[in-house]
Nanobody, 116 residues
């Protein structure tokens, strides 16, 4: 059974840091592009950061310079290092596995709350 399991969310003060992890299982992780998305209450889900199977990355303008996406194919895990967090970063964060002609997958999400 395919699984994407996010972890690392929580409550953090403005200016703080969190590292999210997404552990994948039961599919060929290394050939998939991976992305982190987030959805705040009352807003649409948006792409935060993505990394291709080859390691190329792209970021939403709102997180450039603060967030870093990375992957470890040996551990079937993608990470999102989030620094200088702001209250507007508060959302449920989801990871997604993308492939142009194979099934795409979503994780269940992890809550990130930035508040003093």
């Amino acid at each position: 059974q395919v699984q994407l399991v996010e972890s690392g969310g929580g409550l953090v003060q403005p200016g703080g840091s969190l590292r999210l992890s997404c552990a994948a299982s039961a599919f060929v992780f290394s050939i998939y592009g991976m992305g982190w998305y987030r959805q705040a209450p009352g807003k649409q889900r948006e792409l935060v950061a993505a990394i291709t199977s080859g390691g190329s990355t792209n970021y939403a303008d709102s997180v450039k310079g603060r967030f870093t996406i990375s992957r470890d194919n040996a551990k079937n895990t993608v990470y999102l290092q989030m620094n200088s967090l702001k209250p507007e970063d508060t959302a449920v964060y989801y990871c997604r596995a993308d492939h142009p002609w194979l099934t795409n997958y979503w994780g269940q999400g992890t809550q990130v709350t930035v508040s003093s």
